[in-house]
């Protein structure tokens, strides 16, 4: 239960992005990349994506971004691209030659390099795939089954979760919020195809037709596995039908953002009553948990939910759920007609996302998902440097203090808050790069030519490593993400942040570029993850990483009205369509964003008043034809240069904290007077508003 971790980016399982020669200076009209495709790297500077003729005052975004949608048109294979997905890209064809080696280098049976060749050969192995058939599930679609009563729900249930199938609910280890030092056991809502809640709850048109689809889906799925047709229809209403009961019964997104909303221990007994269908005392213990005296039930109104629908629905029904469950989760190691039906519904209709991306990529990136500190071992070896540690090191420093003389120098907090928010500033903990210590992949059987095998194994081995925290103290020195990620973020409960190696590279940070780019590049994602510490989210956890209040009344309430004042000016802007910036579910995010950028500025400021840094490079002119605050300002709003899919964009709407790309940008210029300043804009203009919003 890692869903409070506060993400610079949203993260998307279909990744893809498409590349630019980083010299190309004509912004006309590309056409999008295939699967494929070849990546370069997007420098921190990017002429070629402004749009020139675009008023800065007027739309920023436009400005800065105006021509990157024509010369990075989506991939066929992407929902989306921007400097993100660019990078990602990147760092999976780095991934790819890595993993090549390995296949080729027949490593000692058991060593990392043969676990990660063998995992990564055997995905890519997709006639063997076919010929397998459904043999590899047979064991679980036999026990499935094999039901007779309900009585046998929760063993199962138990075996599946087990090996990844989210059927029912989630079970899994967590810090204590109360007591950030422990790994305590948490239970969780689970159990849904679609995204979240709201997807089975919306009467829209929009939302009307997607759940159709996935009712559709459902069916096919279940043809697939040999039901016949009109049986599969009815089956797949029926499942329907239950997953929206489940909807009903849990948290919708904003109130899973809220600490105090996900957090209610609870003796095992207790809860038990409240669902006897999940029979969670011996459920705990056929999943493979230590046992346990109590837990966190974090979503408590979801179980008498829960136990209502397992019992108002046929066991035919229930046995068909678990069978779509199975099928979708190794969608991608079974026979095509699997793997092409699971793509139609989550990448094409959910995502508007027109093309499957090609094996390997998907089998580099599943590599990076069940070995990633095998494989991030020899990434970080061959690719990260010193000299990218050690600047972001100072980087992460500067900003560090320029937090401290904002907190110095803000007038709503008083003395004695300060003194606490100081306390907690001077204990965040930076990880930068990877982790000192690494995984242990010793107990995982990685086989050749076993593409199922390996995967169920490697889940089962994340589940069981998951499970084992339990009890135990909560070792802060492990990594959420993994190396070569290309993403950051701050932990409220271990109040540290986290930049993998993966993105300390351009056009986050270009050695190549001026100190103003990279601070308002790379610098305000790190201002970001810092400000996550003190957002409405990260404000409720003390510097030791408890849920424990340490703010005085007066400052608690003036805290509350700078970030209601966020939360409703971002309620005004327009997300995609007819859909509106969800002000509550962005709040972190946006606070995260306005609050990091002033960060980098201060801290750029104060890096240009201690050294002249020698910046220019001769290429670089055109950068340096901007003010060093025109260009940080510019390397800000590069960062979420992008373009999306109207399906990808209506879902991200619903479900990603993150305001979309462009609000991000200009959500942040019109609440920072610097900014109308390094672009003369003149009061009143769109980006010089008269009221502006600030937290930090
Ligand atoms: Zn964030």
């Not at 010193?386 to 907090?413: H, N, S």
């Not at 095998?453 to 084992?468: I, K, V």
Request: hydrophobic share 40%; aromatic share 10%.
């Amino acid at each position: 239960m890692r869903h409070l971790l506060c993400v610079v980016s949203i993260v998307v399982l279909a990744s893809l992005g498409v590349a630019q020669d980083a010299g190309n200076a004509n912004p006309s009209a590309q056409q999008p990349k295939g699967p494929d495709a070849k990546y370069n790297l997007i420098p921190g500077f990017d002429a070629t994506a402004m749009d020139k003729s675009a008023d800065p005052c007027v739309d920023f975004y436009q400005y800065a971004c105006g021509n990157f949608s024509k010369i990075h048109p989506t991939p066929s294979d992407a929902p989306e691209f921007d400097e993100f997905y660019n990078l990602m890209e990147y760092n999976t064809q780095v991934l790819h030659d890595i993993l090549e080696q390995a296949t080729s280098s027949r490593a000692p049976a058991g060593s990392n390099e043969q676990k990660i060749g063998d995992f990564y050969e055997s995905c890519l192995d997709t006639a063997a795939i076919e010929k397998h058939g459904l043999e590899p599930i047979q064991a679980q679609l036999q026990q499935i089954a094999a039901l007779k009563s309900k009585a046998e729900l929760p063993q199962l249930a138990a075996r599946l979760n087990r090996m990844g199938v989210g059927v029912f609910f989630d079970y899994s280890s967590m810090p204590d919020f109360k007591d950030a030092t422990m790994e305590i056991a948490a239970i969780d809502q689970g159990g849904l195809g679609l995204p979240e809640k709201d997807f089975y709850l919306r009467t829209d048109a929009k939302s009307e037709e997607l759940r159709k689809q996935y009712v559709a889906h459902v069916a096919k799925m279940l043809s697939l596995l040999g039901e016949a047709q009109d049986a599969a229809q009815a089956d797949a209403q029926k499942i329907m039908d239950f997953e929206t009961a489940l909807a009903k019964g849990s948290l919708g997104v904003v109130e899973r953002r809220d600490p105090e909303k996900d957090y209610h221990m609870m003796p095992l007994a207790s809860f038990a009553a409240t669902a006897p269908a999940i029979e969670a005392p011996k459920y705990i213990e056929w999943i493979g948990s230590p046992q346990v005296e109590k837990l966190n039930v974090v979503s408590p109104d979801f179980f008498p939910a829960l136990n209502k629908a397992i019992d108002a629905t046929d066991l035919p029904v229930l046995q068909a759920y678990m069978r779509v469950h199975l099928a979708d989760s190794f969608a991608s190691r079974l026979p095509h007609a699997f793997d092409d039906e699971h793509f139609d519904f989550y990448g094409r209709k959910l995502q508007g996302t027109p093309e499957q991306q090609a094996r390997w990529k998907r089998c580099v990136e599943s590599t990076d998902g069940s070995l990633g500190e095998a494989l991030g071992q020899i990434y970080v070896q061959k690719y990260f440097t010193p000299d990218m540690k050690a600047e972001t090191v100072q980087m992460v420093r500067d900003i560090e203090a320029a937090m401290g003389k904002d907190i110095d120098a803000i007038d709503w907090m008083s003395p004695e808050t300060k003194v606490k928010a100081k306390e907690k500033l001077h204990a965040v903990a930076n990880k930068i790069g990877y982790p000192n210590k690494w995984r242990d992949y010793s107990k995982l059987d990685i086989q050749p030519n076993d593409a199922f095998g390996n995967t169920m194994r490697a889940r089962e081995f994340e589940n069981a490593y998951q499970l084992n925290k339990i009890g135990k103290p909560v070792d802060r020195q492990e990594w959420e993400m993994t190396p070569p990620t290309v993403n950051a973020y701050y932990n409220p409960t271990e109040n540290n942040i986290n930049f993998p190696a993966g993105i300390l590279q351009p056009a986050f940070y270009d050695k190549n570029a001026s100190a103003a780019t990279n601070y308002g590049h790379i610098g305000a994602i790190v201002g970001h993850e810092l400000t996550h510490g003190f957002d409405d989210q990260g404000a409720k956890f003390d510097a030791d990483g408890n849920l424990h209040n340490w703010w005085t009344a007066q400052d608690k309430k003036n805290f509350d009205e700078k970030t209601d004042c966020i939360a409703n000016e971002y309620s005004q802007f327009t997300a995609v369509d007819d859909i509106k910036v969800n002000g509550r579910l962005t709040l972190g995010e946006n606070t995260a964003d306005n609050g990091g950028l002033r960060l980098a500025l201060m801290a750029l400021i104060a890096h240009q008043a201690e050294a002249a840094h020698g910046n220019a490079s001769s290429e670089q002119n055109e950068e340096q034809s901007f003010t060093p605050q025109q260009q940080f300002f510019l390397g800000w709003a590069q960062n979420y240069c992008a373009t999306q899919r109207p399906e990808f964009a209506r879902m991200l709407a619903r479900i990603d904290p993150h305001s979309p790309d462009h609000i991000r940008v200009t959500g942040v210029v019109v609440n920072m007077p610097d900014f109308a300043k390094a672009f003369s804009c003149k009061a009143g203009q769109p980006m010089a508003p008269a009221k502006a919003c600030r937290v930090w």
